[in-house]
């Protein structure tokens, strides 16, 4: 269920607009809980390389910089792929 924790903050970045403070800390949250995920579930290798794809994605310290429509392709893709393992696990 821990994949799910930073779900909901995806979601409203989907949907609403926000000022920049608020995508540095969804950046911090999806990073931190995809750390957390490679470390505390035990997953494939494939799985691995997108938990760390996803955490280097999403870092806060070295930002990837991308357009809105690019975001909103990736936040879903990584609702998908964090309910994927939420239910999986």
Avoid: D
């Amino acid at each position: 269920m821990l994949s799910l924790f930073s779900l909901p903050f995806l979601l409203l970045a989907l949907f609403l607009p926000f000022p920049y403070a608020y995508y540095t800390l969804l950046r911090f949250l999806v990073t931190a809980n995809s750390l957390w995920l490679l470390q505390k579930i035990s997953v494939s290798e494939a799985h691995g390389f997108i938990l760390l794809a996803i955490a280097v994605l999403y870092n806060p310290l070295i930002p990837v910089h991308l357009n809105k429509p690019i975001w909103n392709v990736i936040n879903f893709l990584t609702i998908l792929y964090f309910v994927y393992i939420g239910y999986k696990k």
